[in-house]
T-cell receptor, first 117, second 115 residues
Framework: DQQVKQNSPSLSVQEGRISILNCDYT??????FLWYKKYPAEGPTFLIS?????DKNEDGRFTVFLNKSAKHLSLHIVPSQPGDSAVYFC????????????????FGQGTILTVHP | GAGVSQSPSNKVTEKGKDVELRCDPI?????LYWYRQRLGQGLEFLIY????????KSGLPSDRFSAERTGESVSTLTIQRTQQEDSAVYLC?????????????FGPGTRLTVT
C-alpha cells in the first residue's frame, strides 16, 4: 500500500527553465510534508517543508505547493541549475500519530531530475 | 559540525550470516530513525528511538531484525540469518527533537548485499 506516490520516475529539464516535481498521497491524516534531495552515495538532504495549514511555502528557488483537497503537492525549482540534478523524494508525516507524534516519515519512490546545461 | 555517520559504507555477506550496522547520530539529537531503501523504491521506515527507548518498532520486517541505542548516541541495527531480500541501503537519520514537523538529518547509508 503506497501511501505516498511519485508517478514520474524521471524528469529532464533545460537549465534556466522551471522543474516541477509532483507527489500524491492517500492518507488524509498526513499533515506535514517534506521534500528531500539525494545525490548518489549520499544520504537524503532536506530541501523544504510545508504544513497542512499552508498551501505554499517558498525558499529561494524552491517553492512547494500543497492542494489538500486533491491530496497533491508539488515542488517547483526555478530557475533550474545543473547542480539540481539528483533524486527528489517527497515525504509525509502525521503529526498526531499515536497521540505522541514522533516524526515517522513515509516516502515516495523518488523522481530523478536531470538538468541539462 | 559533524553530520550523521554510518559504518560500514558497504557490506557484502553470505546468506544466513548475521550483520551489524552502526549509526552515529549528530551529537545532542534525541530522535533517531532507521530506514531501508530497496532498489528503485522509496525509503521504508524501520524503527524509531527516543533517547534509548524504541516506542515504535512497527517497521521492522521480521524478528530477524533488531536495533539498540546507547543513551542518545550510537545505534546498531542487527540482521540475523540474512536473506537475499534484505539487500538494500540502510539509512539512519537523527533529529534534535522527538516529534513530527522537524527535519531529519540523514547519514550516507550502508549498502548491504546478501549473496
Amino acid at each position: 500500500d503506497q501511501q505516498v506516490k511519485q508517478n514520474s520516475p524521471s524528469l529532464s529539464v533545460q537549465e534556466g527553465r522551471i522543474s516541477i516535481l509532483n507527489c500524491d498521497y492517500t492518507n488524509s491524516m498526513f499533515d506535514y510534508f517534506l521534500w528531500y534531495k539525494k545525490y548518489p552515495a549520499e544520504g537524503p538532504t532536506f530541501l523544504i517543508s510545508i504544513s497542512s495549514i499552508k498551501d505554499k511555502n517558498e525558499d529561494g528557488r524552491f517553492t512547494v505547493f500543497l492542494n489538500k483537497s486533491a491530496k497533491h503537492l508539488s515542488l517547483h525549482i526555478v530557475p533550474s541549475q545543473p547542480g539540481d540534478s539528483a533524486v527528489y523524494f517527497c515525504a509525509a508525516s502525521d503529526t498526531n500519530a499515536g497521540g505522541t507524534s514522533y516524526g515517522k516519515l513515509t516516502f515516495g519512490q523518488g523522481t530523478i531530475l536531470t538538468v541539462h546545461p | 559540525g559533524a553530520g550523521v555517520s554510518q559504518s560500514p559504507s558497504n557490506k557484502v555477506t553470505e546468506k544466513g550470516k548475521d550483520v551489524e550496522l552502526r549509526c552515529d547520530p549528530i551529537s545532542g539529537h534525541t530522535a533517531l530513525y532507521w530506514y531501508r531503501q530497496r532498489l528503485g523504491q522509496g525509503l521504508e521506515f524501520l524503527i524509531y528511538f527516543q533517547g534509548n527507548s524504541a516506542p515504535d518498532k512497527s517497521g521492522l520486517p521480521s524478528d530477524r531484525f533488531s536495533a539498540e541505542r546507547t543513551g542518545e548516541s550510537v545505534s546498531t541495527l542487527t540482521i540475523q540469518r540474512t536473506q537475499q531480500e534484505d539487500s538494500a541501503v540502510y539509512l539512519c537519520a537523527s533529529s534534535p527533537y522527538s516529534g513530527a514537523g522537524y527535519e531529519q538529518y540523514f547519514g550516507p547509508g550502508t549498502r548491504l548485499t546478501v549473496t
